[in-house]
């Protein structure tokens, strides 16, 4: 079992920058991948970014590419998304997800846990 509660959201001007936090409970951490998700009003729920157990590789939707950076600390069990160069069609609810590989956060949606979310919000 693994509770997620992300933290780091905000009101924040277009090309400004928010660093996203997940911090999970559990002693098992390490064994999963770890994603972001964003929904924005009145549309699905989207992949964003994924990172394997260890670090290594990490993966990013093709419209935060080179903005958004993935990163984990096993150690202390969280999770960070940096974002920077903020665009108002990044406005959102953001969440902090758990997989058994990134497979199931890149490819097929389907984490095993979710985390609440939290409201990121793009000013023009």
């Known amino acids: 079992q693994v509770q997620l509660v992300e933290s780091g959201g905000g009101l924040v001007q277009a090309g400004g920058s928010l660093r996203l936090s997940c911090a999970a409970s559990?002693?098992?951490?390490?064994?999963?991948?770890m994603g972001w998700f964003r929904q924005a009003s009145g549309k699905e729920r989207e992949f964003v970014a994924a990172i394997d157990w260890s670090g290594g590789s990490t993966y990013y939707a093709r419209s935060v590419k080179g903005r958004f950076t993935i990163s984990r600390d096993n150690a202390k069990n969280t999770v960070h998304l940096q974002m920077n160069s903020l665009k108002p069609e990044d406005t959102a609810d953001y969440y902090c997800?758990?997989?058994?590989?990134?497979?199931?956060?890149?490819?097929?949606?389907?984490?095993?846990?979710w985390g609440q979310g939290t409201q990121v919000t793009v000013s023009s």
């Open positions: 559990g002693r098992t951490f390490s064994r999963y991948a």
């Open positions: 997800a758990a997989g058994g590989s990134t497979t199931d956060l890149v490819v097929t949606s389907t984490p095993g846990y």
